[in-house]
């Protein structure tokens, strides 16, 4: 009974170690993995854009040559080395196209003694891609596929190195960015206040849309029309900023016209937020989020998120504490800062009791 057991447990802990040792191999063959990739980038229409090439090889590599598959609208126009990792003598770039919005890249090593033909280091972009980017480009994807490389620096072992397809670059348009007019704002109980966003585009833009997140104890307003939102003259007659709550308290907005009207210039104030506190007790934060631009194509463009710092202003208590500001208040103030003592005479709240005190209570109690 016992020697049964003893082989059954044996047996198990083979198992188990070769299962460990496995998964080790697996692991460290993972950690070694070469990898090819160009990263996510954005581009304005219209415009030439320049991306670096990234080869990431724990193994050295001597050459290598892999396929791009790119959507409508980008086309490369050159393909340049980049001199900290292929010197001008020591490769030579290829690029040609093979097919439609297909091309082949790669370097191949010009050395004499293939022993010092791999390219410098194992991280980091070995040459750049410029683009060409047509007006009517809407953003796709490049994908990287049969990368083949081969290690010419080894002799006695299989030349051909094995790399990790990094598979796909998402490009997308830049349209430009958003920005609040203020850096923050304070709010004191039922004040109302109008925050600017300005929008600094690249291209021609007709319509925004974005959630709009409010912080808790702040709501919407009516403006000096009775609307929510303030119109500037980057806005037509035509246009029209609207909001509607979708959950919460987060509202979609959306900009934009029937006649699909452009927004004029290309810098500046676009529109204002009519804001009221009400039960602003707390420090919180407007977010505008999600935001998406078009064209008059209807050619959508991402927008970087924007927020607000939003501060709820501090409550100003009578020194005396019975809810009524009067002459005891500013005697109580006076006292204060005689004897350098209680801190509740701070009614200014910059942290001193001192004569701005008096002056705050005198006016506290004529006002």
């Known amino acids: 009974m016992n020697i049964s057991t003893t082989k059954h447990n044996g047996g198990f802990m083979s198992r188990f170690m070769a299962t460990a040792a496995l998964f080790v191999v697996s692991l460290v063959a993972l950690a070694q993995a070469n990898v090819l990739k160009i990263e996510d980038f954005k581009v304005i229409p219209g415009t030439k854009q320049t991306v670096e090439v990234i080869l990431d090889n724990p193994t050295r590599i001597s050459s290598l040559q892999f396929d791009m598959i790119l959507p409508d609208g980008l086309t490369p126009k050159t393909f340049d080395k980049v001199t900290t990792r292929i010197s001008r003598s020591s490769h030579t770039l290829m690029m040609s196209q093979i097919g439609v919005n297909s091309y082949r890249l790669g370097f191949l090593s010009n050395a004499t003694d293939m022993k010092n033909s791999a390219i410098k280091g194992d991280s980091g972009a070995f040459a750049t891609l410029t683009f060409e980017v047509d007006e009517a480009f809407a953003g796709g994807e490049i994908k990287i596929k049969d990368v083949v490389a081969s290690n010419g620096t080894v002799d006695s072992e299989d030349n051909d190195v094995d790399i990790n397809d990094y598979g796909k670059t998402k490009v997308s348009l830049f349209v430009g960015t958003m920005s609040f007019a203020q850096e923050s704002v304070t709010m004191a109980e039922g004040e ?53 709550l979708i959950e919460g308290r987060t509202y979609r907005l959306v900009i934009s016209s029937l006649s699909n009207d452009e927004f004029e210039g290309f810098v500046g104030e676009l529109f204002g937020i009519n804001l009221i506190a009400k039960g602003l007790k707390t420090d919180g934060v407007l977010a505008i989020t999600d935001i998406i631009g078009t064209n008059a194509k209807g050619v959508a463009y991402d927008i970087e998120d924007i927020t607000l710092d ?15 500001w009067n002459i005891h ?12 003592k209680n801190a509740v005479n701070d009614v200014n709240k910059d942290g001193v009791v001192n004569i701005q005190d008096v002056y705050f209570a005198i006016d506290k109690t004529l006002n």
């Open 192 to 244: 109302q206040v109008v925050v600017g966003v300005n929008l600094d585009n690249k291209i021609a833009v007709s319509a925004i849309q974005a959630n709009i997140t409010l912080p808790e104890g702040v709501e919407f307003a009516e403006g000096t029309e009775g609307e929510w939102f303030e119109y500037t003259d980057r806005l037509s007659q035509n246009t029209t900023v609207q909001a509607k």
């Open 310 to 324: 939003v501060k709820a202003a501090p409550t100003f208590v009578d020194p005396t504490q019975d809810g009524v």
């Open 329 to 340: 208040d500013v005697y109580s103030v006076i006292n204060a800062i005689l004897s350098d």
